[in-house]
């Protein structure tokens, strides 16, 4: 992309309203605009991180064996009244009526709608394990929208639902969400610790919040620092494996993690004092296993091996996509702006043109803009008739993890200069050596 030709509407003063970096440097490198409280345009650079977000939580779904679907946001009452959720949810529930009379709600989350469509279809044990899942906006009128996507009012998320005829089978759907969960932050560039969370009215140990840590988070955590040295890096696995899945849950939740919701004092102060940590985090998803309480009240069933009609084990497993944005921002820039992950970043790399309409430099930009695509990879090219100081400045807000700098006094000798966003180091190298680089870097990524 052109600088020139793209829309990009970058703001030079900090906007007051926003009390936290990463809402702050979304709206000043132009990512998303409020449309009313609690709800976003996502303008051309926010989308496009967005849609990068997207891609990997379904790409490591689907790696996971889960199917993509795609439910409304608009909802009948009627289903939520079987649920009997339909009163209890309370406040939170965006109700509208349509034009008969009709009860309708925009969806805060789709058990309801997913038990029905499974109820209606499926009937015998042998159609068993299933894992659904979607990436759909959901409504929840919050009481203190802020920190812009952070905590919206609409916003995006990935909901996955499993049906399993047994609670082990079910608890196998946990621990491979739980795995895929783990796979999925860490491609995005991000540490996100499972942490034991409170089940709610259910009870139980099978509900974990994945949260990355970040002064600015809105959950007290308490941890033992071991956690934070756990990856689980390109390591193989068999998502069918049930030993595989545990191992890794075990491996990832036996340490001491826990939000405020289920801290335990008494079980804290038997982590090694040097290595309790209580610190904030950012809530990025949350799995949980809930048994039969959907299937019962909303009768899916299917019929087991010995011809028994019983309802099914359900899980649902959430992953804030759009919230990630925010997250993963909090965790990555410095004074100058954001520091994209390679995973993510909106443009693989940024070209800056020191002397625009020098025809040598013009000409190597160009040069470098065609290679760079012709491998497959996006460019954002910098082609304003601006001073070099503040195309700089707009690179390095936007936070593109490397750019290359051409001038016209670089090219007399044969070089450009590249620059990691991340370290600030440069390296001067003949262009063509920049482009092979980059495509090295991003081989295997992008
Ligand atoms: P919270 O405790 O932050 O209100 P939650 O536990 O109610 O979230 P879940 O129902 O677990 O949320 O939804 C799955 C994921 O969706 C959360 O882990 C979070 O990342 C994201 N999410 C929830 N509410 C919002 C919101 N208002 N704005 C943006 N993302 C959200
Ligand atoms: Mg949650």
């Not at 390591?235 to 990832?252: N, P, T």
């Not at 002397?355 to 013009?362: P, R, T």
Request: hydrophobic letters at 35%; proline letters at 4%.
């Amino acid at each position: 992309m052109r600088l020139s030709r793209y829309f990009l509407p970058v703001l030079k003063e900090n906007p007051s309203e926003a009390q936290i970096v990463s809402h702050r440097l979304m709206l000043r490198a132009g990512m998303i605009k409020q449309a009313s409280a609690g709800i976003y345009s996502w303008l051309p650079l926010g989308f496009k991180v967005l849609r990068k977000i997207e891609n990997i939580v379904h790409e490591e779904q689907q790696r996971a064996g889960h199917i993509p679907m795609l439910m409304p946001t608009l909802q009948s009452a009627d289903l939520w009244r079987e649920s009997g959720r339909y009163d209890d949810y309370g406040e939170e529930m965006l109700r509208i009526k349509d034009r008969h009379g009709r009860d309708m709600l925009y969806g805060p989350t789709n058990e309801e709608l997913i038990t029905d469509i499974f109820r209606s279809h499926v009937g015998s044990y042998k159609d068993l394990p299933l894992t659904l899942y979607h990436i759909q906006w959901k409504f929840r009128d919050e009481i203190r929208p802020r920190f812009g996507v952070m905590r919206g009012r609409e916003f995006f998320m990935k909901d996955g639902y499993n049906f399993d005829l047994t609670k082990e089978d079910a608890l196998h759907a946990y621990n491979r969400h739980l795995v895929s969960y783990l796979r999925t932050y860490e491609r995005m560039g991000l540490q996100a610790i499972p942490m034991r969370a409170d089940g709610g009215p259910i009870g139980g140990d099978y509900t974990h919040e994945f949260l990355v840590l970040a002064e600015t988070g809105e959950s007290e955590v308490f941890y033992d620092s071991a956690v934070t040295d756990l990856t689980f890096g390109d390591r193989a696995i068999d998502y069918d494996s049930v030993d595989q899945c545990a191992a890794v849950l075990e491996e990832f939740t036996s340490k001491y993690a826990r939000t405020d919701e289920t801290h335990d004092e008494a079980l804290f102060a038997e982590v090694p004092e040097a290595r309790q940590r209580t610190a904030r985090g950012i809530e990025v998803g949350q799995i949980f296993y809930f048994g039969t309480k959907y299937s019962e009240a909303m009768g899916a069933k299917v019929q087991g091996p010995d011809g028994k009609t019983v309802p099914v084990h359900m899980g649902s497993h959430g992953i804030g996509v759009s919230r990630l944005l925010g997250a993963i921002i909090e965790a990555s820039h410095d004074d100058k702006g954001i520091i994209w992950p390679e995973g993510v970043t909106p443009f693989h790399a940024g070209i800056v043109n020191l002397k625009q309409g020098d025809e040598e430099a013009d000409a190597a930009c160009d040069a470098l803009y065609a290679s760079l695509k012709a491998l497959g990879l996006d460019p954002l090219y910098d082609d304003r008739n601006e001073r070099a100081g503040g195309k700089f400045a707009t690179m390095d807000l936007l936070g593109l993890p490397w750019r290359i700098t051409v001038g016209p006094r670089g090219l007399k000798n044969g070089v450009v200069e590249l620059t990691s966003r991340r370290t600030g180091e440069s390296e001067e190298m003949p262009p063509e050596a920049a482009v092979e680089k980059i495509a090295q870097i991003y081989a295997g990524i992008a």
